[in-house]
């Protein structure tokens, strides 16, 4: 038997193999693949476990949100009505104003027309006085005009009482 290079190969092939079971060689490969398999898995479920915390987070600033949206919108729907009601108020107010202002106004055109129309008929009151004694002073003589003044004389104590 020819014992060439071949065969010694396949010796050394078998006492490897040999020497690989005999220090337990697959159990330690079989053992670091199992931890790397639970480091990966635990990774996983840790990887899942902060997706859902994110996602949980997500909704929770999205909720949020929408209350912040809907509590601004709220604020400007109430700022809005305040603001009609406060025109509207001013409104009010101005229309009151002006119908007190026009009303006053009013009164004091009729306070001065009462007061013209005195005053004008003050003045033709004093000027028939006026054109009376002048008439009368011509035509009438002193027992005439004496008659006249105790008939006014007599007529003003009559009203007086």
């Not at 092939?13 to 898995?41: H, Q």
């Not at 006026?130 to 007529?155: C, P």
């Amino acid at each position: 038997m020819a014992f060439d290079a071949t065969f010694f190969a396949l010796v050394g092939l078998i006492l490897f193999l040999g020497l690989m079971l005999y220090i337990k060689v697959p159990a330690m490969l079989a053992k670091s693949l199992d931890e790397r398999t639970a480091n990966i898995r635990a990774e996983l479920d840790e990887a899942k476990k902060l997706r859902e915390e994110a996602q949980a987070l997500l909704a929770e600033y999205q909720r949020k949100r929408k209350e912040a949206e809907a509590e601004a919108a709220a604020m400007i729907a109430s700022a809005e009505r305040e603001a009609a009601a406060i025109t509207e108020e001013a409104r009010q107010k101005t229309e009151e104003f002006v119908a007190r202002r026009n009303a006053l106004s009013e009164q004091k055109i009729k306070q001065a027309e009462n007061d013209a129309i005195g005053a004008v008929r003050s003045a033709a009151v004093d000027l028939a006085i006026a054109a009376a004694q002048n008439v009368i002073a011509k035509k009438a003589d002193a027992g005439t005009q004496d008659a006249l003044v105790k008939d006014a004389i007599g007529t003003v104590k009559t009203r007086l009482n």
